[in-house]
């Protein structure tokens, strides 16, 4: 049988608390128009799973979608203007 030996704790290890940093605070609320439009659009998808689509439900589909991927592009024209590329 082989003795466990244990290491001692890094430095970086023993800083992190659990919490987020700033700069991942601040990604995620950068990041947060494109999250409540992809859970807006799971809502209705989960919706229409056990029923027939009506045309209702089709355009309300259609203006969620449309709204995550207005989303996705305002985000990638932000992030590209302040890493400095064009958008």
Known sequence: ???IITLPASSAALAFDGEPSDAELDAIETEMPLIEA????LDVEITLLDRPVTVLDAQR???HRRRVLA???DL???TAVQSGGVA
């Open 38 to 41: 992809e859970v807006d659009l």
């Open 76 to 78: 990638t024209n932000r």
């Open 1 to 3: 049988m082989k003795p």
């Open 71 to 73: 989303a996705r592009r």
């Open 61 to 63: 589909l259609r203006r």
